[in-house]
C-alpha cells in the first residue's frame, strides 16, 4: 500500500499533467476542417438529414430538423443512416448527419458509412452530435463527422452539439443520487427543441448565402484518451454479457440497434469480439434480457433506468406527425 507522501507526488504530477494538457488544448489543433471545392448550389431542393440513434434522443433531434426543413419548403429524405441508399445522394443539395458522441468520438461504424458515400460534388454539409455529459469532447466529434464529408468533396456549413440525459449505464448509480437531489436535469427538452429548429435556420441560411465554415480539431484532455483505446478498456470491466434465453421474446430489437451485427438470437449469444459495447442491446431490451455485469453487479439498461426512476421525455411536436 502506498504511503501518504507517494500518493500526495503522484496526484500533484496527474494534476499537473492534466493542466499542462488543458492548456495546450487551446493551441494544438491536430486538424482543420474546411471545404476543398466550390458549393454546389445556393438553394436546396431537397435535404436528406441521416442519424444513428441509440436510445432516441439523436434521432428526436433530426426528426426536429427535417420537419424545420420541411416547413421551409425543402423535401427531405430522413432516416436511420443504415438504412439510406448512396444512390439518392446525387438527388439532393443538403447532407446533414447526426450520431451521439460515443467514447469522446463519432462511432466508427458512422465514419464507415460516410466513407462509403460517393464524391459529394460540392454538396453543402453539416453535422450535429447528442452527448450525455459536458465533458464528451463533443466539439472534436462532431468535426469527425464533417471531416470525413469534406474528404468526399462536401462542404460544411454548420456544426452543432445537443446535450441529452446520458444512456450510459455504468454511470446511473450515480445519476440516480443527483435524482434524489433534484440535480438531474431530462434532456433533451423543449429548450433543447428549439435550439435544433434554430440550428435548422442557421443551415439553411449559410446555404443561400454561400457561406462555408472553418472548424479546428484540438487536442483536448478527452481526444488525448481515445489514443488509448476506451472502448476496449471499458469492455475490460465489463462481463457476462449474454442474451437471458428465459426472458428473450425474440422481438429483435438488440438486432436492430447493434451496428455490428454481433448479436445472434437463434443461438442467443454475442460476440464479443465484435461487439463495440455501445449498450444499444442492453438499453433497449424492454424484457431485461440482456445481462451484462460491471464489478459483478448486473447492470441496468435505459429503459429499465426510466422506469424504476418514473421519468419522462417532453416529446417535441414533430414525433406527434409520425
Known amino acids: ?36 471545392v466550390p458549393m454546389k448550389s445556393s438553394g436546396i431542393k431537397k435535404a436528406a438529414v441521416l442519424w444513428y440513434s441509440q436510445t432516441g434522443n439523436t434521432r428526436k433531434c433530426g426528426k426536429v430538423l427535417a420537419e424545420t426543413f420541411q416547413n421551409k419548403g425543402i423535401t427531405v429524405d430522413s432516416g436511420d443512416l443504415r438504412n439510406f441508399d448512396n444512390r439518392r445522394i446525387g438527388d439532393v443539395d443538403l447532407m446533414v448527419i447526426g450520431t451521439p458522441v460515443f467514447y469522446y468520438d463519432t462511432p466508427d461504424f458512422v465514419k464507415k458509412f460516410i466513407r462509403s458515400l460517393p464524391d459529394l460534388k460540392g454538396i453543402p454539409v453539416a453535422a450535429y452530435v447528442t452527448f450525455g455529459g459536458p465533458e464528451g469532447n463533443q466539439h472534436n466529434a462532431a468535426c469527425s463527422i464533417l471531416e470525413g464529408l469534406t474528404q468526399k468533396n462536401g462542404v460544411p456549413v454548420g456544426l452543432e452539439a445537443f446535450m441529452s440525459i446520458s ?31 434554430e440550428y435548422a435556420a442557421f443551415i439553411k441560411s449559410q446555404v443561400e448565402k454561400r457561406n462555408t465554415s472553418e472548424f479546428k480539431k484540438t487536442l483536448t484532455l478527452r481526444e488525448f484518451s481515445t489514443f488509448f483505446g476506451p472502448e476496449w478498456w471499458t469492455k475490460q470491466s465489463v462481463d457476462n454479457h449474454s442474451i437471458i434465453e428465459q426472458k428473450c421474446v425474440a422481438c429483435g430489437t438488440c438486432v436492430e440497434k447493434c451496428p455490428t451485427g454481433s448479436i445472434d438470437l437463434d443461438t442467443f449469444t454475442i460476440n464479443r469480439t465484435t461487439c463495440v459495447l455501445c449498450f444499444g442491446c442492453l438499453n433497449n431490451c424492454e424484457y431485461q434480457a440482456v445481462n451484462m455485469e ?27 406527425t409520425g
Open 294 to 320: 460491471y464489478k459483478k453487479e448486473r447492470l441496468i439498461g435505459f429503459q429499465e433506468y426510466l422506469k424504476k426512476n418514473n421519468l419522462k421525455f417532453e416529446l417535441p411536436v414533430e414525433s406527434k
Open 167 to 197: 444512456s450510459y449505464p455504468l454511470s446511473f448509480k450515480k445519476k440516480e443520487e443527483s435524482l434524489k437531489t433534484g440535480q438531474n436535469t431530462i434532456l433533451p427538452d423543449r429548450k433543447t427543441y428549439e435550439r435544433v429548429r
Open 1 to 36: 500500500m502506498e504511503n501518504r507522501r507517494t500518493f500526495l507526488k503522484k496526484s500533484t504530477i496527474a494534476a499537473v499533467a492534466a493542466a499542462a494538457l488543458s492548456t495546450l488544448s487551446s493551441c494544438v489543433t491536430i486538424s482543420t476542417i474546411k471545404a476543398k
